[in-house]
């Protein structure tokens, strides 16, 4: 309903840019209070175990940075209320000190309180490493893993730079400092020193499936040549344990320690600091947002006083 004079839409400018600061104050303030609610709540969710319970802990994407993985790993370790642990890995793989610092970690866990692997879409070559820490591996029929081998590739972008006229020059102490440059050809020597190096790597991961599933070393030799196998193949070679989804891997795991029942899941308790930075920035988006809807606010104002 508006009036014939047009009195009620007539506001002075000023006080339409002060309504609109101040309803972007309000909900300044109302952002931060249910930001620190929701903080509260999610860093209280179901990460804290009452009575006995499996922990589970996921490997995801490329291998690379796996600190928090290990951080998880150690807090549901020290956690008397876990009583098994599920490890759900969903990866090609990635670099290879990190995969056997995860191996390593799952293995030391494994000897503590019982450890499940549970395979995922891909558990390739890294990720299939991480899982020979634990007692148990549980694969899908279709999973994508083993991959038993190690590559390194090295770019030569030596002709396309001579092309652009563009030359680099090296100064180094040692022979092989320069080793695996982009800008040349390996030679010959470099070539062996960087095979003799993979056939290393590959050698320990070979170990590592022949000790970890029981395997002597020269049937696993005999397929570790960097071929995947589906999870019904790699059953069949002893590479798996089971067929069955997570939920299998879960009952698993409360098999192995002692849980009668449905098991409850639970979660290690995600890093605040990184909570904090990641809802602030879902608060600034939203507060963005709002303070993109008062500017237009007080824009149609000022033009209904003109």
């Given at each position: 309903?508006?009036?014939?004079?047009g009195?009620?839409?007539?506001?002075h400018p000023?006080?339409?840019?002060?309504?609109?600061?101040?309803g972007?104050v309000?909900?300044s303030?109302?952002?931060?209070?249910?930001?620190?609610?929701?903080?509260?709540?999610?860093?209280?969710?179901?990460?804290?175990a009452?009575?006995p319970?499996?922990?589970?802990?996921?490997?995801?994407?490329?291998?690379?940075?796996?600190?928090?993985?290990?951080?998880?790993?150690?807090?549901?370790?020290?956690?008397?209320?876990?009583?098994a642990v599920?490890?759900?890995?969903?990866?090609?793989?990635?670099?290879?000190?990190?995969?056997?610092?995860?191996?390593?970690?799952?293995?030391?866990?494994?000897?503590?309180?019982?450890?499940?692997?549970?395979?995922?879409?891909?558990?390739?070559?890294?990720?299939?490493?991480?899982?020979?820490?634990?007692?148990?591996?549980?694969a899908?029929?279709?999973?994508?893993?083993?991959?038993?081998?190690?590559?390194?590739?090295?770019?030569?972008?030596?002709?396309?730079?001579?092309?652009?006229?563009?030359?680099?020059?090296?100064?180094?102490?040692?022979?092989?400092?320069?080793?695996?440059?982009?800008?040349?050809?390996?030679?010959?020597?470099?070539?062996?020193?960087?095979?003799?190096?993979?056939?290393?790597?590959?050698?320990?991961?070979?170990?590592?499936?022949?000790?970890?599933?029981?395997?002597?070393?020269?049937?696993v030799?005999?397929?570790?040549?960097?071929?995947?196998?589906?999870?019904?193949?790699?059953?069949?070679?002893?590479?798996?344990?089971e067929?069955?989804?997570?939920?299998?891997?879960?009952?698993?795991?409360?098999?192995?320690?002692?849980?009668?029942?449905?098991?409850?899941?639970?979660?290690?308790?995600?890093?605040?600091?990184?909570?904090?930075?990641?809802?602030?920035?879902?608060?600034?988006?939203?507060?963005?947002?709002?303070?993109?809807k008062?500017?237009?606010?007080?824009?149609?104002?000022?033009?209904?006083?003109?």
């Amino acid at each position: 309903m508006s009036s014939g004079n047009g009195a009620s839409r007539s506001c002075h400018p000023l006080v339409a840019i002060l309504a609109a600061i101040g309803g972007l104050v309000l909900f300044s303030v109302a952002a931060f209070f249910v930001l620190v609610a929701v903080l509260a709540g999610r860093a209280g969710n179901i990460q804290v175990a009452k009575g006995p319970a499996v922990g589970v802990v996921e490997v995801k994407g490329v291998i690379q940075d796996v600190s928090s993985v290990l951080d998880d790993l150690r807090e549901l370790g020290a956690d008397d209320a876990v009583k098994a642990v599920v490890v759900r890995i969903d990866s090609p793989g990635g670099a290879v000190g990190a995969s056997q610092e995860l191996y390593q970690e799952i293995r030391r866990l494994d000897q503590e309180k019982p450890v499940v692997a549970s395979l995922g879409n891909v558990a390739a070559s890294g990720g299939y490493y991480a899982a020979l820490g634990a007692r148990y591996i549980c694969a899908n029929p279709g999973t994508l893993t083993g991959s038993i081998g190690v590559i390194m590739q090295i770019p030569n972008f030596g002709e396309l730079l001579k092309k652009l006229g563009i030359t680099t020059t090296v100064v180094k102490s040692g022979k092989y400092k320069d080793i695996g440059s982009v800008t040349r050809p390996l030679t010959k020597e470099e070539r062996g020193v960087i095979q003799a190096a993979l056939d290393d790597v590959h050698l320990q991961f070979v170990e590592a499936v022949a000790s970890a599933r029981h395997i002597e070393m020269a049937k696993v030799s005999s397929i570790a040549d960097g071929r995947f196998f589906t999870g019904r193949q790699a059953l069949e070679l002893g590479l798996v344990d089971e067929l069955g989804p997570f939920g299998a891997a879960v009952d698993k795991a409360a098999q192995f320690g002692g849980i009668e029942g449905k098991p409850r899941l639970v979660k290690p308790r995600e890093d605040k600091v990184e909570l904090f930075r990641r809802l602030l920035e879902e608060s600034g988006t939203r507060l963005g947002q709002g303070l993109m809807k008062g500017l237009l606010g007080v824009k149609d104002a000022v033009s209904g006083v003109r």
